[in-house]
């Protein structure tokens, strides 16, 4: 059986979050205002959809 890609997703999102925590700790308010929402929605697509579509299989084909 052949093992599906990785896509780095999670990953990413958790750079992207370690990012977005450094920057929210030097006090950089106007780029935070500017990047907080494409990041938290980039983290939560990337760690939630993933976790309902392993419990659930909801995006893969149904058989006919």
Do not use: H
Not at 12 to 34: F, G, K
Request: hydrophobic share 45%.
């Amino acid at each position: 059986m052949k093992q599906p890609s990785k896509t780095w997703s999670r990953e990413t999102a958790a750079i992207l979050l370690a990012v977005l925590c450094w920057t929210i700790y030097q006090e950089n308010t106007d780029l935070v205002e500017v990047i907080i929402w494409p990041i938290t929605t980039y983290a939560s697509v990337a760690f939630g959809l993933r976790r309902i579509d392993v419990s659930d299989k909801l995006f893969q084909p149904k058989p006919s």
